[in-house]
């Protein structure tokens, strides 16, 4: 079976501004795929380009196996775009029925699934109820619903996370992991690397629309190699910047106040930076040697990328003009 | 297909299960109701009217004039007797509604024909009645003071009762001008009314989905061209059923004015003449279809007014000018109706923007070569399929931008490139 997902050095530019810079990403079958970038990055752009919602200026893109375009495959594709809306006057299992016709599928058929959707996700009593009655997670869920109620085979999902509460995050993560079992694919955005570090096979880190790196999770630790320790206070912290700044030991450091990640130098050892610590009076909770986190991995790659690539020059309606 | 179709659907249900929808479609009937109420209750009233005559000729001429009107079955006239307070006493009379009014009859009714009448409400029909019953009377007094006999007066004097008849395309249909005139006047209106109303019906739902963002899932699975039909056909759908409600029951109103007539103590057979006039199948016909051509050209650029549009204010601003292209044909209405055969009535009629609403009032008023209404329909249809072609164009880009208005010149290039 061919790769669902095929962008292949795609370039879209708003008048004065490249959003997307000859990208190319593949994603395999049956993956969680994690398209990651600071704001600004091109990371809607990618996915609406993916969708057929923008046309590239270059490159092309192939959805499963044709370059159809995203409308074609819309009962096989499930598209959950950044910015969530549905009709607020609508009955929620309207609104769900609706959508799902929206992309071909029959109204009795959505109907039942509809009510599978909503039962399993504890929305069952809220069916009747408008969709303005409903609290902003539960909209968020029935929205999730209307993006895999078709069930279909590709779930693309621009940051799916933003707006929930860890509690409707966990389920959307199960959800996620559940279809990747089902041997279905996810592409999905997000700025929030635990996310990515938690659910990815493979991944893919870009910032002012040009790719920075891409492969599995394992492989991408690799490549960024470097001995790294984590650091977690109980308390006091002693003298322990003291021995953070001794650049024979630690090259670079993220430090979050109660928690550290050191990048050791080359050669040093984690034993006397434990040893430091001890003597400097700090009390510690945790020291553990680890590969980068991809937290790290990501600041040092898009850090002092990230800061500039918010200023986009035009306004909007400009740069939807200037698309061809 | 399907897609289109659901979208149709999901438009006309979400609409007709507003209350607006149901407020406007028992409004109608309620009006009309109302409307036939207060004809049978005119008729009841305006039937005969209480009249007091002051007689301050030197002859007793009054009392020709009290019998004359007596005979008209219009009123019911007293001799006021000329004194010094009889005016204010009549005047305080007809305060207190005792009476409808006053005529005040003098030597000058026969040697000038002038006389006075002071009434709480001169209705037209009054004055003629009046006037008719006092020229009689009078033509007959002079031609007896030249030595006419009455009876040969009485006689020569005969009423003449004109039939009107209208010949619309070729043919003799029989309804008059009044009636024509009101027939096409009352169509423009509510041509004018519905394309205005359901046009930003569309205008609105497409702000909808642009302001609660539903739009790109929806542009993910849909065409937006698709979208814009479903839109504009699901709208137009819930105005016919607006239409077809309001004609059913002003239909069954009709039909029940005999009985409501003698609720009110009137004679059904008075009311049956209030009929509606006639109106041929062809006429019909044409209604509907400048009904559909209008509604589909407005309701194409209220869609693309709304996809240029992020709120309801910006939007506002945006539609003025296409309500004023509409306006324009509702404000020539009148001139529309009186002369429909005039140069200005044939232009509106051959401009797109204007047919819609012209050329069904000037087919109505009768005045219009067929030749001219397939012309026109031709050139409706054109103008459809390039507006709608513009405006599709603009609502591709429209829909999934936000941020400021476009200018003029955005949008030209929105046309050109999208």
């Not at chain 1, 058929?109 to 959707?117: K, N, Q, S, Y």
Request: positive net charge.
């Amino acid at each position: 079976m061919s790769d669902p997902v095929v962008v292949d050095r795609v370039s879209k530019r708003f008048a004065g501004h490249t959003a997307v810079d000859a990208l190319s990403l593949t994603v395999s079958s049956g993956i969680i795929y994690g398209l990651l970038g600071p704001n600004g990055a091109g990371k809607t752009t990618t996915l609406r380009m993916i969708m057929d919602i923008y046309e590239p200026d270059e490159g092309s893109v192939r959805l499963l196996g044709t370059i159809a375009g995203g409308r074609t495959h819309s009962a096989r594709i499930g598209y959950l775009p950044e910015e969530r809306g549905l009709y607020p006057k609508m009955r929620v299992l309207d609104v769900l029925v609706f959508l799902a016709e929206a992309k071909g599928v029959s109204r009795r058929t959505a109907r039942v699934r509809a009510l599978e959707w909503l039962d399993r996700l504890g929305l069952g009593d809220w069916r009747l109820r408008k969709v303005s009655d409903l609290s902003k997670g539960m909209q968020q869920k029935v929205q999730f619903i209307s993006t895999v109620l078709h069930d279909p085979e590709l779930v693309i999902l621009d940051e799916p996370f933003s707006g929930l509460d860890p509690v409707n995050s966990q389920v959307l993560r199960d959800t996620i992991v559940d279809y990747r079992r089902r041997g279905k694919t996810v592409l999905f955005s997000t700025h929030i690397m635990e996310h990515a570090e938690q659910l990815c096979d493979r991944l893919c880190i870009i910032a002012r629309g040009k790719k920075l790196i891409d492969g599995t999770l394992a492989e991408v630790k690799r490549t960024h190699g470097g001995q790294h320790v984590i650091v977690a206070f109980d308390g006091s912290q002693g003298a322990a910047q003291q021995v953070f700044s001794d650049r024979r030991l630690v090259a670079k450091i993220q430090d979050f106040g109660q928690q550290a990640e050191l990048e050791l130098a080359p050669a040093a050892d984690a034993q006397e930076i434990l040893r430091g610590l001890v003597n400097s009076g700090a009390r510690l909770s945790r020291f553990e040697l680890a590969s980068p986190s991809l937290h790290k991995i990501f600041v040092d790659l898009v850090g002092p990328e990230a800061a500039t690539a918010a200023a986009v020059p035009g306004t909007e309606s400009e740069r939807m003009a200037a698309r061809a | 297909m399907h897609k289109v179709w659901a979208i149709i659907r999901r438009e006309f249900v979400e609409r007709v299960r507003t209350k607006w929808f149901w407020v406007s479609a028992i409004l109608g009937p309620v009006l009309f109701g109302g409307i036939i109420v207060f004809q049978i209750v005119q008729s009841l009233g305006g039937a005969v009217r209480n009249v007091a005559v002051v007689d301050s000729s030197s002859v007793g001429f009054g009392e020709r004039v009290v019998d004359a009107l007596n005979a008209s079955n219009s009123f019911r006239a007293t001799l006021a007797p000329a004194g010094p307070h009889v005016i204010d006493s009549l005047k305080d009379r007809v305060e207190t509604k005792q009476l409808n009014g006053f005529l005040i009859v003098t030597n000058d009714l026969v040697e000038t024909g002038r006389a006075e009448y002071q009434a709480s409400n001169l209705g037209m029909q009054t004055i003629e009645a009046l006037q008719r019953t006092l020229g009689r009377l009078v033509v007959k007094v002079r031609l007896e003071q030249k030595g006419v006999n009455p009876e040969v007066v009485d006689w020569a004097q005969i009423r003449i009762t004109l039939e009107q008849k209208k010949i619309a395309h070729g043919k003799t249909v029989s309804e008059n001008a009044t009636q024509s005139f009101l027939t096409a006047y009352f169509m423009a209106i509510l041509l004018f009314m519905a394309i205005l109303l359901y046009g930003v019906n569309v205008m609105s739902s497409v702000l909808e989905e642009k302001t609660t963002r539903i739009i790109e899932v929806l542009v993910s699975s849909v065409r937006p061209f698709q979208l814009m039909l479903g839109k504009i056909f699901g709208a137009g759908a819930v105005s016919f059923f607006q239409f077809f409600i309001w004609a059913v029951s002003a239909r069954v109103l009709l039909s029940l004015r005999g009985p409501i007539a003698r609720a009110l103590g009137a004679n059904p057979g008075d009311v049956q003449t209030m009929s509606l006039p006639h109106i041929p199948a062809s006429t019909m016909a044409v209604f509907i279809a400048f009904f559909l051509g209008g509604f589909l050209l407005y309701s194409a650029m209220f869609a693309a007014v709304g996809a240029m549009s992020s709120n309801e204010q910006e939007a506002r601003q945006a539609q003025q000018p296409v309500t004023i292209l509409l306006m324009i044909s509702y404000l020539s209405i009148l001139g529309l109706t009186n002369d429909p055969g005039s140069v200005f009535a044939r232009t509106l009629s051959l401009v797109p923007f204007t047919t819609p609403i012209a050329t069904p009032v000037r087919w109505t008023a009768g005045s219009m070569p067929t030749w001219e209404l397939a012309l026109s329909l031709v050139i409706l249809a054109v103008a459809i399929v390039g507006v709608t072609w513009i405006a599709a164009r603009i609502y591709r880009v429209g829909i999934l931008m936000t941020g400021k208005r476009p200018t003029m010149k955005e949008l030209v290039r929105w046309v050109r490139t999208a």
